[in-house]
């Protein structure tokens, strides 16, 4: 069970990668003056999360200054040293950061990416009830959680990841091989978002200057 004040569900915002074919990385891109990294973690927060790591790599000191210029105390960011090798080291040491919180563990992990700026709070509330819906309501049923969004019945993100699973995505996951592995094999619920959104990532930057 949560320690008091622990929030439930963390998001966990992947921010790290270089984005080569985008042109330059994507954490600290700014779009009509909101930096896409802030505006994800604060989709998060409103969606229905109790705070907000945000794992950096690439630029990292960048993608940082502009976390902490939001003010927001309820984001905070961890630091992917082997960022270079992949997403699946950022999911690692993401996931590492929560599972050694120590009494400040949360029941789940809400995984999602930078690279989403159409997925709204409204994706990610809908992600959160349908596990509430699905009978997960206890601690036990809440860290068994595994729910991802689907696009016209793609999955994709976010990925709500229960406690009980991270250590199974963590022995799985290394290099560029984020959790598809783990999560083909334990097949989460996938729960429709496309009435909300397209979900896909942007890899083109429109305004290269």
Request: hydrophobic share 40%; glycine share 14%.
């Amino acid at each position: 069970m949560s320690a008091p004040g622990t929030p439930a569900v963390t998001g966990l915002l992947l921010a790290a990668g270089a984005g080569r074919r985008f042109g330059g990385p994507k954490g600290v891109v700014v779009r009509d003056g909101m930096p896409w990294v802030v505006r994800s973690a604060l989709i998060l927060l409103e969606g229905g999360c109790g705070d907000v790591v945000v794992v950096t790599g690439a630029r990292a000191k960048d993608v940082e200054s502009l976390v902490e210029g939001c003010g927001d105390e309820r984001i905070c960011t961890v630091r992917c040293g082997t960022w270079s090798e992949g997403m699946g080291e950022s999911l690692s040491a993401g996931l590492m950061a929560l599972a050694t919180r120590g009494r400040l563990i949360p029941t789940q992990a809400l995984v999602h990416l930078v690279d989403l700026p159409d997925v709204g709070a409204d994706v990610v509330a809908r992600v959160l009830s349908s596990a509430r819906m699905d009978g997960r309501a206890g601690p036990s049923e809440a860290r068994s959680a595994l729910v991802r969004a689907a696009y016209g019945g793609v999955p994709g993100h976010p990925v709500l990841i229960g406690s009980d699973h991270w250590d199974g995505v963590l022995q799985r996951t290394h290099g560029d091989i984020g959790a598809k592995a783990y999560l083909r094999r334990a097949r989460p619920t996938l729960v429709e978002c496309a009435d909300l959104a397209n979900g896909r990532d942007v890899d083109i930057n429109p305004d290269p200057h």
